[in-house]
Every structure is written in C-alpha cells, then in structure tokens.
C-alpha cells in the first residue's frame, strides 16, 4: 500500500452566502479501503462528494487524489483523473438501453474506451451487476434496483481510482437491500477505494473500514463503525439532546 492516501482533504470549506454548508473538513482514505461518509440529513454529506467529484467549487482548502491536487477542475477532468460516482437520485440516458447506459462510461471517464474493447468492457459489466441478458432492454423498462446496477456499472466501466456512492441503497426494500449490499461488498473485495454517503446502518456496520461522521458542515467523529456509531455526540446528532 502507497504511504500517499488515495484521497486527502484538507481543511475543505464550502459556503453558500452565509451559509457555510461545509466546514473545514479534513480527512483521508487509503487506498483498498472503503471509508464511510455518514451523518443526519443536512449534515453536508452530498455537498462535500460533490466538491470531490468537481461539481461544486471549493471556497478554500484542497483536495488530492494520490498525492495530485484536483481542486478547482472541472468535473469531467476529475472524471478522467479517476473519480467515478453516483447520485442519490439515479441518472439514466432514458432514450438508451442497458449496453448504451453502460457504455457511456467507458467513453468519457478514467480509463477510455473504443470499438470492440468498449463493447466488450460494457458486457462484462453488465454481467458484473447482474444484469447478463437484459444489454439491449430499455432503461426505462427496468425496476429501480435495476437501474441503481446500470448506474453502478456505468460508473465502474472506466476503473476509477476512486468511487463515490452518494446513498446508492436508498430507496430499497429488503430483499433488494441484501443484494445491493452483496455488490459493493463484492467491489470491496475487488480492492476497491470506495467512499459510502449512506443512512442504513447495518449496511455501514458490514461493509465499511472507517467513518466519518458529520453534523452541520463539520466532522464529528471519525474510527472504526463500532466505536463512532457509540459516541455519545454522534447520537445526539441523530437523535438530539433528549434522546441521547
């Protein structure tokens, strides 16, 4: 493992007017490891994935990927560096099918791809995720959970360095959580470099290495799932003072 972090953040703040949505955060993930961004709603979780990936600019503070400062790029030139992720809410190309989705990121992301290494590419990832056979079938035509593993394979077409999965289980019912667990599981496994933005603890608790917790812009706590989902203030936050 290089002694140069996978990604370092350092003192990262974002403001929006007076509003300081986040607030001098500074922590690193290593290479392999599978770092956990958690915190209650309006901690500042996607906001900071999106300084990350370049679609929001900084106010101050840095970010390296591998040692290199990406801060201030465009979000398509911290794509191409390495950065691949996901949204909340699932972006498809609706007019595309499965392969088309899926081969999109293979086009313009870390590692590029043409002609029939491309297809090939797509066709092994969509097999990855679980959907052999279903290639030429419409995104539209497909259930949530199916869609969730386009997006998912689109963004691992071009092997990132780095991938961000901003609530990529949300929206799931049990059964479908279970598989959804059993992919990234499968991706950390991989040796995947992977931080999770994700409300279900259990799935927190089974799949990552380390958390960091956030609360109004600001780190918290950070260590083991164990010892940051018992901290005293990381329960406050979720619960507030009376229940704590």
Request: charge should be negative.
């Amino acid at each position: 493992m290089s002694d140069i972090a996978a990604l370092s953040i350092q003192n990262v703040t974002r403001n929006f007017g007076g509003l300081v949505a986040v607030d001098q955060m500074s922590f690193e993930i290593q290479e392999h490891e599978v770092l956990g961004l958690i915190g209650p709603n309006g901690s500042g979780k996607t906001t900071m994935l999106n300084l990350i990936s370049g679609l929001l600019k900084l106010s101050s503070g840095k970010v390296e990927l591998f040692g290199k400062e990406i801060s201030g790029r465009s979000s398509n030139r911290i794509a191409r560096q390495g950065i691949a992720r996901t949204f909340q809410l699932v972006r498809m190309l609706p007019s595309m099918t499965v392969m088309e989705n899926v081969s999109a990121g293979g086009v313009f992301g870390h590692r590029r791809y043409w002609g029939d290494k491309l297809e090939r590419r797509a066709k092994y990832m969509v097999g990855q995720v679980g959907l052999e056979g279903q290639e030429q079938m419409p995104v539209g035509a497909l259930t949530y959970i199916d869609q969730k593993r386009v997006e998912l394979a689109r963004a691992l077409m071009s092997d990132p360095q780095l991938l961000l999965l901003d609530e990529w289980l949300a929206g799931l019912n049990p059964s479908e959580m279970k598989i959804g667990i059993s992919l990234i599981n499968g991706l950390r496994y991989e040796g995947r470099t992977i931080v999770v933005v994700e409300h279900y603890m259990d799935a927190i608790r089974s799949l990552c290495d380390r958390c960091v917790v956030m609360n109004s812009g600001a780190k918290i706590a950070e260590g083991s799932p164990e010892d940051v989902l018992s901290d005293p203030e990381v329960v406050r936050a979720y619960l507030g003072d009376d229940d704590a």
